[in-house]
């Protein structure tokens, strides 16, 4: 398959992904859904791949979708009526084409065992905005502007965004940042909880490098894979001990793994050698990762 509105670039164990429309400022369309989804579900299988950074070519990261297109421009069949019973299995055919193309963007990054870091660069609207919320951290440029404008349009927020932004800036400035649909300067998108941190244009993708960099480089990729997909999930459990069960699966199995090469590094004072790929998740991990998904 050919990228058609994507660049992929590998450096050293770090995929940057780069938006790729400068002629449309880098809009959304169900082709880009198309190709991120894939890109989020395949780098799963990439050993060669520690972390992922998204960012925008040109002076934009995403102006939101692309409403010059004909028909529905968000790539939906207007022919079908679906009712809530319907979505009950996403991965149907028949359900596809009225699935938010954003969401199938968010569920794929939500799964992806790999850090993700949006390095945004400049004006992030819509799906621009709510597809960074599934990542692991938010750098924004000085030029960067962060809106979430559904509100000005008469639609409704989507991209599971109702999932993700209450958890990252808490119930009411979710809701007055929705409701408003305000388009925020990076100053401001700081102290909402939606940037990390905030640099100037030039030094953007060297911070965004060296965060993840902090994040993985000499780390064990699956126990890195595991520690993300276990906070993104646990995290919305209701009760501890059932994070204690899935905790005791992965203990268990990166202790007889990279863990004990991490064991027999430390007590010989030298760097770990870790050697287990995230392509290779132990035993109970399939298991874990559906029932997670359909309770």
Known sequence: MTW??????????????????QDRLNAFTPTMAGE??????EVNENDDVRAVIVTGAGKVFCAGMDLGS????????????????????LNSPDIRRVRDTGGRVTLAI?????????AVNGPAVGIGATMTLAMDARL?????????????????PEAASTWFLPRLVGMPKALDL?????????????????????????DLLKRARALADRWTLGRSRVATALTRQMTVRNANLDRPVDAHRVESLAMFYSSI???????????????????????????????WITATESG
């Not at 995929?15 to 429309?21: F, H, I, M, S, Y």
């Not at 991120?36 to 579900?41: A, G, P, W």
């Not at 207007?78 to 809530?84: I, M, Q």
């Open 257 to 287: 793994g990279d863990g004990a090469e991490g064991v027999s590094a430390f007590r010989e004072k030298r760097s770990p050698r870790f050697t287990q790929p995230a392509s290779d998740m132990p035993p109970f991990y399939d298991e």
């Open 36 to 41: 991120l989804e894939r890109t989020f579900t």
């Open 70 to 89: 004909d028909g529905n421009v968000f790539g939906l069949d207007e022919s079908r009526t679906p009712t809530y019973a319907d979505m009950s299995d």
């Open 140 to 156: 924004m440029s000085t030029n960067a502007r962060f809106g979430l404008v559904f509100g000005r349009l008469g639609i409704t």
């Open 4 to 21: 058609t509105t994507l660049h992929h670039r590998i450096d050293d164990g770090v995929l940057t992904v780069t938006l790729d429309r």
């Open 178 to 202: 929705l409701y408003s649909a305000e388009i925020l300067d990076a100053e401001a998108a700081e102290a909402a909880g939606l940037a990390n941190e905030v640099h100037d244009p030039d």
């Open 110 to 118: 939500h799964a992806c065992r790999k850090p993700v870091i949006a």
